[in-house]
């Protein structure tokens, strides 16, 4: 049974995770937040500066709500689960400030607790951005489950902060707690990253938060292989567009489309519509939403979407988020439109397609990925 009461020494609250699922086996907080919770600075001071980083859903935010209190992400579900669990809680909403990952906190700060993220690069580029920020006063703690921080994230921290120290593991959970080095020269910031398209006159930059940061990845390049041909005035939606790259070669084989890139991440919107300014008329073609999927989209109104579902949310792994997306893609597609869908063959999503299509096939396989089309 789903664990949705937080306790810790600055209250009890109810937290949900988002997407919201029946029967959700995975609580909205882990072993980590409840170690920096215990932080002693943190039980009863409500009078701080506290700057939050990769906050998943809330928990952290929540429970120091009655500080001053930034939260600073790159996923926009994550802001709007911290939004509904303070709501839950009978607490302000106004009580955080939300910092999206493009954007830099703002000074002064006491405390600044971070939450290991999946992808490195993103913590690279967070710890950059924070470093002019900080003061040797500031106490700044980082932790993370212990599977999720490899050896390299401590000489991340000392090259670009400086000192740590790490105290003992708790429920799996490590804190490493961080001092300023001023005399440190710091690398320079290298994000975004671009890259020329392979086959094209294109260039890709991505942000550091995106997938396969560094080139196309093998599963978009077996995609771009088989995008289905679109031609005339159109919708297609690149859904969980990641860079953008496949609504971006959509866009550029059909001129006369209107083609939407969904995400949640702020850093993926970002990258895409810089890729996307590439082409000619970009600003009339190409659409750019943030939020839950296609949760605003509305029904029958789209020919094509295309479709690289991640199969991980935060650190959690599982086919909820692509079954969502499965899901939603039934009810906007027109009749007659297609879900082109890429995924690992362990995946099984041939089988879990079924549920919402009534007819799937095979488009394209190899060893590794598999390529499906689903139609109403």
């Not at 950059?128 to 921080?149: E, K, V």
């Not at 921290?157 to 000192?163: K, S, V």
């Not at 199969?311 to 909820?320: K, Y």
């Not at 063959?345 to 799937?360: D, I, M």
Request: aromatic residues 6%.
């Amino acid at each position: 049974m789903n664990q949705t009461r937080l306790e810790c020494p600055r209250g009890t609250f109810v937290l949900h995770r988002l997407p919201r699922r029946r029967r959700e086996p995975l609580r909205a907080w882990d072993a980590a937040d409840e170690y920096l919770l215990s932080t002693p600075e943190l039980v009863s001071d409500t009078q701080q500066n506290v700057l939050i980083v990769n906050d998943a859903f809330g928990a952290l935010s929540v429970a120091l709500s009655d500080c001053k209190v930034q939260n600073w992400s790159d996923s926009w579900l994550a802001h709007e689960a911290c939004r509904q669990n303070l709501a839950h809680n009978g607490l302000p909403p106004g009580s955080v400030e939300y910092v999206d990952s493009l954007q830099t906190p703002q000074a002064p700060l006491d405390i600044v607790l971070i939450k290991a993220p999946k992808t490195l690069a993103l913590l690279e580029y967070q710890l950059l951005q924070l470093r002019p920020l900080l003061s040797a006063d500031n106490r700044i703690l980082l932790a993370g489950m212990t599977r999720a921080m490899p050896s390299s994230l401590w000489k991340m921290l000392e090259a670009i902060i400086g000192p740590t120290q790490t105290g003992p593991a708790i429920k799996k959970a490590k804190l490493i707690e961080l001092r300023l080095d001023d005399s440190l020269s710091p690398p320079p910031n290298r994000f975004p990253v671009c890259w020329p398209l392979p086959d094209s006159e294109l260039e890709i930059c991505n942000h550091a938060n995106v997938f396969s940061r560094d080139r196309l990845d093998v599963g978009a390049r077996f995609m771009l292989q088989h995008l289905p041909p679109t031609e005339g005035a159109g919708e297609i939606i690149d859904l969980g567009c990641g860079n953008g790259v496949l609504g971006l070669m959509a866009a550029a084989q059909n001129p006369q489309a209107i083609v939407h890139f969904v995400d949640e991440s702020y850093m993926a919107l970002a990258s895409a519509r810089a890729n996307c300014a590439q082409l000619e008329q970009a600003e009339q073609r190409c659409r750019f939403h943030i939020g839950d999927g296609l949760a605003g989209f509305a029904d029958n109104s789209a020919d094509l979407i295309l479709c690289n579902p991640p199969f991980h949310q935060q650190q959690a792994i599982g086919d909820a988020v692509a079954l969502a997306m499965f899901r939603h893609s039934a009810r906007v597609l027109r009749a007659g439109g297609e879900l082109i869908v890429i995924g690992n063959r362990h995946l099984g999503y041939h089988k879990k397609l079924k549920s919402y299509f009534n007819h799937v096939e095979v488009i394209a396989s190899n060893a590794k990925f598999v390529i499906l089309r689903g139609m109403g």
